[in-house]
Nanobody
Framework: VQLQASGGGLVQAGGSLNLSCQASGNFYSMNVMSWYRQAPGQQRELVAAITNGNMTQYGEAMKGRFTISRDNAKNTVYLHMNGLKPEDTAVYYC?????????WGEGTLVTVSS
């Protein structure tokens, strides 16, 4: 299974950015696709997660600003980020979790300038 993320880049504070991650290969249809992020010197943290049935969960700092969605037919998860802050600067990683498999993408850098 491979996860290919895209959409990172440089944005000014208050701006918006969209990330996407497409999964390829064989995996169970019952799964959770998530976004995590890791800033320099900090632990990786959950940004948002979504099940194949579209149940969602968000990290506290992201609630009300970020929206996660997915297209099961395309095996793709999206992250729409609004109201970006400099503290949102991090490498964002895509994750696919099934009952016995856990896959990570390589990450995409999001930089928010003040």
């Amino acid at each position: 299974v491979q996860l290919q993320a895209s959409g990172g880049g440089l944005v000014q504070a208050g701006g918006s950015l969209n990330l996407s991650c497409q999964a390829s290969g064989n995996f169970y249809s019952m799964n959770v696709m998530s976004w995590y992020r890791q800033a320099p010197g900090q632990q990786r943290e959950l940004v948002a997660a979504i099940t194949n049935g579209n149940m969602t969960q968000y990290g506290e700092a992201m609630k009300g600003r970020f929206t996660i969605s997915r297209d099961n037919a395309k095996n793709t998860v999206y992250l729409h980020m609004n109201g970006l802050k400099p503290e949102d600067t991090a490498v964002y990683y895509c994750n696919l979790l099934t009952f016995n498999e856990n896959y990570w993408g390589e990450g995409t850098l999001v930089t928010v300038s003040s």
